[in-house]
C-alpha cells in the first residue's frame, strides 16, 4: 500500500516574486559594490605597475565557464565606514585543472592588502575548507601585512594571525594538503611565514617583494641602505635565498605556471558514488520568487522549492506519512546522491485524534524520524543537505510529556556526530534551537550558505517583544489603556533591531554564513560543494581530522 503524503495547507504562493526578488536585487547591488575592492583608480594603479588587479588574477586561475564560490564576500561589509570591502581578501572555492580548489588572494586595492581582524578569520576559514576537504589550496599573496591601528585584533589571540601559520603546519605535516603560494606583489613580516610553510612558491620578476622586513624597516633597524629587489625581489629569492623556487615574467605567467604545477599533482580517490547523467530540475529557478511568499510568515509547500532545485525535481521521500513538519528523502544534484532533510511549512495534518502540527516546528515524533534518517545517510556514506526555515523546537505540556527534551537531543547528537558531509542552505527561518538542530555553525557543517531572504536569530523580533514586553502589553489590553512611550519606543527600537540582526547580510557580515546565493545560482553552487566533498572519504567532524600520528617522524 501507498503510504498517505501528508496534506499541507498552504497559502497560494502570490505571482509577485516580491519579497526573495527585491532582496536579491539589493544583495547583488551590495555584491557588485563589494567586488569593485579599492575603486577604478586603484586597479588602474595596479595596472600601471604591470600587475593584474586581485580579481583578475582569481579569474585566470581558474578554469573558463566554472562556477566559483566566493566565501565571505560579505563579510565586514558594514564595518569600518565601508573602508574594507571583503575584509580585504578574496576567499572562495573553484575549480583549476578540472579540480576543486581553495583560492586565497590578497586585495591589493584595499588598503594595500593589509590584514583586518576580520581578513584573519576569512584567511582560517578558507584554510579549514581545503583541510576538511583535502583539497588544494592556492595563495595569491600581494599584501602590505597586518592593519597596524587594528592589530589587537590581528596579532594576538587562539584565533589570530597565528592560527594561519598553525594550519599551514598541520597541511604540510599531517594532512597532505598541496599549499601552492604565488607572490605576485608585497609580502611583507610575519606574514612572508605563509609562503614559506606552503610546498612550493613562485614569485613575479620586477613586482614581487617577500621579506621580514622592508627597506625602510631595514634602514630604520639597521642602518643599511639596501632596495626591495635587491633585499627581496624574485631574483634574490630564486638565485640566492632559495626561499622560492620558481621565477615568473609576469602575473598572467606565473598564473599559467601555477595551473601546470597543479595539473601535474595526483588527485586521492576520495569517495566514490554511483554517479547518474544529470537531469534538470522540474520547475524553472525563477519559479522559486514566486513560490516564496512575501510575508515570511506565510506558509508554502517546500517540495515546490526542491522540485526547482533537484535532478528532475525527484525527491524520493523517506516516511512521508509521519511527522510531515520534517520532510526526509533521497534525490541527485547534478547526478549526485544527496540526502535531503527539510523543514515543511503550513498546518500539517496530523494522526488521527492529534491535533494538526505547525510547519517549521520541530515534534518529539519529527526529531526521532530525522534522527534515524540522518544515522541511515550516515551510514549510507550519503552527504546529508539541510534546507532550513526553522522556527525552534514544540513548546507545552504535550511536547515535553511526550518527550521532546529527550528527542531533541538525539536528533542533535545525531547531526553533530554525522561523519558524512553536511551543508546548509536557509531559505528563510533559521531560528532557536532548531537552527542548531539543522546543522547550525557551531556544529560545523561542511558549508553554509543562504538565499538572501535568510533569517538567523535566536527567535523572531515580534517574540521577542512578548517575551520583553508581554506582561505589559497584556495589562494595556485589560485596562484599555495604551502603552506608555516609553514602552512604546522600546518595542520600536527592538522590532527596528531584530529587523536589521535577522537579515542574512548581517549573519554573512560576521562570517555565520559562507556566502549567500540567488535562486538562479542555488543549484550549480550546491553541485559544486557537494563535488568538493566528496574529494575526501574519511571523516568529515570538525575543521579537520588528524590521521593516526604514532611517533614524531613525518608521516
Not at 588598503?111 to 588544494?136: C, D, F, H, V, Y
Request: net charge neutral.
Amino acid at each position: 500500500m501507498k503510504p498517505r503524503r501528508p496534506k499541507v495547507e498552504a497559502a497560494p504562493a502570490p505571482k509577485t516574486g516580491g519579497r526573495l526578488k527585491a532582496l536579491t536585487a539589493e544583495y547583488l547591488a551590495l555584491a557588485a559594490k563589494l567586488r569593485a575592492g579599492g575603486g577604478p583608480e586603484r586597479v588602474a594603479k595596479m595596472h600601471a605597475q604591470g600587475k593584474l588587479a586581485p580579481r583578475e588574477r582569481v579569474e585566470k586561475l581558474l578554469d573558463p565557464g566554472t562556477v566559483w564560490l566566493e566565501v565571505g564576500l560579505l563579510v565586514a561589509h558594514d564595518r569600518y565606514e565601508g573602508q574594507a570591502p571583503g575584509a580585504g581578501v578574496i576567499t572562495g572555492v573553484g575549480t583549476v585543472t578540472g579540480r576543486e580548489v581553495v583560492v586565497v588572494a590578497n586585495d591589493a586595492t584595499v588598503k594595500a592588502g593589509s590584514w583586518w581582524p576580520e581578513t584573519i578569520g576569512k584567511i582560517l576559514r578558507a584554510q579549514e575548507i581545503a583541510m576538511r576537504q583535502r583539497i588544494p589550496i592556492i595563495y595569491l599573496v600581494d599584501s602590505a601585512g597586518v592593519n597596524l591601528p587594528y592589530q589587537g585584533g590581528v596579532f594576538p589571540g587562539q584565533y589570530g594571525a597565528a592560527r594561519i601559520f598553525y594550519y599551514n603546519s598541520i597541511m604540510r605535516r599531517y594532512l597532505h594538503v598541496p599549499q601552492i603560494a604565488a607572490v605576485m606583489g608585497s609580502c611583507v613580516a610575519g606574514g612572508a611565514y605563509l609562503p614559506a610553510l606552503s610546498d612550493v612558491i613562485f614569485m613575479v620578476d620586477g613586482t614581487s617583494f617577500m621579506g621580514l622586513g622592508g627597506p625602510n624597516l631595514v634602514k630604520g633597524a639597521t642602518g643599511q641602505t639596501v632596495d626591495g629587489e635587491t633585499l627581496g625581489g624574485a631574483r634574490t629569492h630564486t638565485e640566492i635565498s632559495a626561499v622560492a623556487h620558481y621565477r615568473a615574467a609576469n602575473d598572467g605567467d606565473c598564473l599559467a605556471q601555477v595551473r601546470d604545477y597543479l595539473g601535474r599533482l595526483p588527485r586521492l580517490p576520495g569517495l566514490r558514488h554511483r554517479l547518474t547523467e544529470p537531469a534538470e530540475p522540474a520547475r524553472p529557478a525563477a519559479d522559486l520568487y514566486d513560490i516564496l511568499p512575501q510575508d515570511h510568515r506565510m506558509s508554502y509547500d517546500m517540495r515546490q522549492v526542491l522540485a526547482a532545485i533537484l535532478d528532475g525535481g525527484r525527491f524520493d521521500e523517506f516516511q512521508p506519512a509521519i511527522a510531515g513538519e520534517m520532510m526526509c528523502g533521497h534525490a541527485r544534484i547534478e547526478g549526485r546522491p544527496v540526502a535531503v532533510i527539510a523543514n515543511q511549512r503550513g498546518v500539517i495534518k496530523a494522526k488521527p485524534g492529534e491535533r494538526p502540527h505547525f510547519g517549521g516546528i520541530i515534534y518529539p515524533e519529527s526529531a526521532e524520524k530525522v534522527a534515524f534518517f540522518i544515522e541511515t545517510a550516515n551510514r549510507e556514506r550519503l552527504p546529508i543537505l539541510f534546507v532550513q526555515d526553522v522556527s525552534g523546537f514544540m513548546v507545552g505540556s504535550d511536547a515535553e510529556h511526550a518527550g521532546i527534551i529527550r528527542a531533541g537531543a538525539r536528533f542533535v547528537e545525531a547531526m553533530a556526530t554525522a561523519v558524512v558531509p553536511r551543508i546548509v542552505l536557509t531559505v528563510n527561518h533559521a531560528s532557536g534551537a532548531g537552527y542548531y538542530a539543522m546543522a547550525g555553525q557551531g556544529f560545523d557543517p561542511d558549508f553554509i550558505i543562504s538565499w538572501p531572504t535568510g533569517r538567523m536569530g535566536v527567535m523572531e523580533g515580534e517574540a521577542a517583544i512578548m517575551a520583553v514586553h508581554g506582561p505589559t502589553i497584556e495589562a494595556s489590553r485589560r485596562e484599555a489603556k495604551p502603552l506608555s512611550e516609553e514602552v512604546e519606543a522600546s518595542i520600536a527600537q527592538m522590532r527596528a533591531d531584530y529587523d536589521r540582526d535577522l537579515d542574512a547580510r548581517h549573519a554573512a557580515a560576521r562570517g555565520h554564513v559562507d556566502a549567500i546565493v540567488t535562486p538562479e545560482e542555488t543549484r550549480d553552487v550546491l553541485a559544486l560543494v557537494l563535488r568538493t566533498a566528496a574529494n575526501f572519504a574519511g571523516p568529515h567532524v570538525g575543521a579537520f581530522v588528524l590521521p593516526a600520528i604514532t611517533d614524531h617522524a613525518e608521516t
